[in-house]
């Protein structure tokens, strides 16, 4: 009992949106663990994305990218890219502002952040 009250005491919930690029209009509220991989919380929040490659940084199709590139900045200096997740995305042709969200664990850096898909 007193580790399932220190998992809850610790873990905390960091909100942040997913809104579609096709119809801006499409905008939902996330609320994600702290700790927990991205994409598993977008795949739990039923985000549409076809998640293939089961979390394994080998398809981008988990990619999102990020509204604002401050942010980009912000959870590139908390999570610097591997270059696994480099070479995936070059292959795929995507840049910029684009994280694979299987790559990313929901932080502190996401508080408040859009991420477009």
């Known amino acids: 009992m007193q580790r399932i ?6 873990s905390k919930n960091i909100c942040f949106y997913v809104q579609s690029e096709i119809n801006p209009q499409i905008k939902l509220t996330i609320n994600a663990i702290e700790g927990e991989i991205l994409a598993k919380e977008l795949k739990r929040h039923k985000v549409p ?6 979390f394994s940084c080998s398809c981008s199709t988990c990619s999102v990218l990020l509204a604002n590139s401050n942010d980009f900045n912000n959870i590139q200096i908390a999570q610097p890219q591997s270059q696994e997740e480099i070479n ?16 990313i664990n929901v932080c502190k850096e996401l508080e408040g952040v859009t991420l477009l898909i």
């Open 88 to 103: 995936v995305l070059t292959t795929e042709g995507k840049g910029g502002r684009v994280r694979l969200s299987c790559q």
């Open 49 to 54: 994305l076809p998640f293939e490659c089961g």
């Open 5 to 10: 009250h220190n998992f809850f005491k610790f």
